[in-house]
């Protein structure tokens, strides 16, 4: 088992229209926060990423927030965090949250969302770093993804033994506890992967 400091929390910039969204938006940030785990997340205090940042923040957590410029532009950035980090475009933004996290969780979300979840899964699959994922199926938003990981191992496109990069579960508290284990997937050509990223 291993100690997550920081974890990367990406979500919509709506609230969807589940009132369950937001009720896991809200448990997630105070979760983290209760745990001492920082919150990274994208900067904004719109939708369900200002849901889990408010509630980290209510909670007296750590609330990092990385936000492209042209988004801070519009007043879009969260004026409450323990961090705000103004960057010049969302590949710098997407690098910053990855460096400053211990592992990733999914909420639901729309097309950005599944963006920056699959690119970490990319990097962990590449050993450009040793993070894993979660998504946090809520309501069973998620289960289509689950679906969809079965069929690209079925389909020879991802390993089996990469699987484990990504982790998918309806309850918070087993996400984490998953999330916590040491990596033990191998990397795309089938050696072990370690701690150790791609320089």
Known sequence: MTTLGAVAVFCGSSFGNDPAYEAAARLTGRTLAERGIDVIYGGGHVGLMGAVADAAVEAGGRVIGVIPRQLDDRELAHDGLTELH?????????????????????????AGTLEEIAEQWTWAQLTIHAKPCGFLDVAGFWAPMRTMLTTMVESGFVRAEQSGIVSFSDDLDDLLTILSAPPSWTDKWGGVTDQTPVP
């Open 86 to 110: 103004v960057v010049e475009s969302m590949h710098e933004r997407k690098q910053l949250m990855a460096d400053l996290s211990d592992a990733f969780v999914a909420l639901p979300g729309g």
